[in-house]
């Protein structure tokens, strides 16, 4: 017979003094989430998860199935830590391109001198911004292409960045324990960074800039805590220690 998903009592004794707790069983395997055991109601079975927070309409503080979800400056600190890690990858990626960067400043910055002291017609920023295009362009792609390689390889597995993993959070979909599906990945990349990425294009910039604010300031107010890119993917991130 199949053990259902759902919390039984622990397999794991309990130590002496300590009350007996129950384990969720993802329908697989046993995971790390316990909590206290309580006396079951008559007609009811321990398979049913237990009333955790967002009951009564009010802000859930964990997930369906009793996992504590991250708070949101604990997501701000593991976003600020990747943001560290990723600047120092570019940075390096970055080297060769350095030098054709200011050479264009400097090539605009003598012309800008000369025409000073001839009194000719001055250079055109616009054509700053056209001579480095190509290199920022390409830059960009560089940074973008990094950014989706950290992001998606980590989740896919550690289900956490390194920002995420020292700080002791994970990332699940909502409804499911165990590793994230592609889909819930890719999905979450697209809707947070790949989104983000827009905000160069003329006339959208604006906009996306909108919806970044928003994506990062969301789950302040969301009843499940879920950023905009957590609710196109349908996870959490909850905290496991």
């Known amino acids: 017979m ?40 008559a007609g009811a079975y321990y398979g049913a998860q237990p009333a955790y927070g967002g ?3 009010g ?49 605009y910055f003598d012309d800008l001198e000369r025409a000073a002291d001839s009194g000719g017609p001055q250079p055109s920023p616009f054509q700053l911004q056209s001579d480095l295009a190509g290199t920022l362009a390409l830059m960009g792609l560089i940074g973008l292409v990094v950014g989706f390689v950290w992001t998606v ?18 990332v699940r979909l909502r409804d499911q324990p165990g590793p994230l599906p592609w889909r819930a990945i890719l999905l979450r990349w697209l809707t947070q960074a790949g989104v983000a990425a827009l905000s160069f294009v003329p006339l959208v ?12 300031l969301w789950p302040l107010w969301d009843d499940q805590r879920q950023a905009l890119h957590d609710k196109a993917a349908r996870t959490n991130v909850v905290r496991v220690r």
């Open 2 to 41: 199949t053990t259902q998903p759902g919390w039984h009592p622990d397999p794991v004794p309990a130590q002496p003094g300590q009350p007996p707790q129950l384990r969720y069983w993802d329908g697989a395997r046993w995971t790390e989430h316990v909590a206290p055991a309580q006396a079951p109601a």
């Open 205 to 216: 910039g604006s906009v996306i800039g909108l919806y970044t604010l928003l994506d990062v």
């Open 55 to 57: 009951a009564g309409g």
């Open 59 to 107: 802000k859930a503080t964990t997930t369906p199935d009793g996992v504590p979800l991250a708070g949101w400056w604990q997501r701000v600190g593991a976003y600020l830590i990747d943001g560290l890690l990723l600047g120092v990858i570019s940075a390096v990626l970055y080297i060769p391109f350095y030098g054709r960067v200011v050479d264009a400043y400097r090539d």
């Open 153 to 170: 390889g980590w989740l896919r597995w550690k289900q956490a960045t390194p920002g995420k993993l020292a700080l002791g959070l994970r």
